[in-house]
């Protein structure tokens, strides 16, 4: 669990930092700097997204996991909890809903969160959530400056998320193939996308109602992989 604790803790000190020790800056300027991450996300979630060519799997993954997530209404969850927050937090706080929300994603979302936690729980190796925790503490301090504290609550659910799979992680690393995490990554690349297309106003996609697919993708491979044994 050390490294997702580690994790967490990045994202509240980079949290932190961001909103406290940043300038608050005009609402033009706070558009063009969440237009210029935006499009950084989406590079990032279609280089991810290139790692399969398992195309048919990744589409059929999609289909499915939207209609699970919809018929679950995680989205609508969430943006609950998210309205909760905004209501007992100061108006001077900024838009904690939305901060909550997308860094909750962001964080979330990706094969690396998974192979590091199982690592960590497993093999007692560190090193991959290390990285992560790097890198959404650097995400975290953009977004909170921009989004707001907010952003720090998504600590919240990435310290269960990761804990769980540390702790299941026997099971896990069992299932596990290369083919199954290269589809794992292509189907969080193309959600990261969808996260930054949203934020560019281009779409106003329900990303957290196709999570499901992450999970459907590697269930499709391990019973084609099972039938041509």
Request: net charge neutral.
């Amino acid at each position: 669990m050390l490294g997702t604790a580690v994790n967490a803790l990045a994202i509240i000190m980079g949290s932190l930092l961001g909103y406290f020790l940043i300038p608050p800056l005009s609402e033009r300027i706070q558009k063009t700097v969440l237009n210029g991450i935006a499009l950084g996300i989406i590079l990032i979630g279609i280089s991810k997204a290139l790692k399969s060519e398992e195309y048919l799997i990744i589409i059929v993954s999609l289909a499915f996991g939207g209609l699970l997530g919809e018929s679950l209404k995680i989205q609508q969850g969430i943006e609950t909890l998210g309205e909760k927050l905004q209501k007992r937090a100061d108006s001077r706080y900024g838009d904690v809903a939305t901060g909550f929300i997308t860094a909750t994603l962001v964080f979330m979302i990706g094969a690396m969160a998974v192979v590091g936690a199982i690592d960590s729980g497993l093999n007692n190796d560190h090193s991959i959530l290390f990285a992560k925790a790097l890198i959404d503490g650097i995400v975290a301090i953009v977004f909170a400056s921009t989004m707001g504290i907010g952003v720090m609550l998504s600590a919240i659910p990435v310290f269960i998320y990761q804990g769980s799979i540390a702790l299941l992680a026997g099971f896990f690393a069992a299932l596990l193939s290369a083919e199954i995490l290269a589809v794992m990554e292509a189907i969080g690349g193309l959600l990261i996308a969808l996260i930054g297309l949203n934020m560019l106003g281009v779409t106003k996609a329900r990303v957290a109602n196709l999570l499901p697919a992450m999970f459907i993708g590697p269930v499709i491979v391990m019973g084609i992989q099972l039938w041509f044994r």
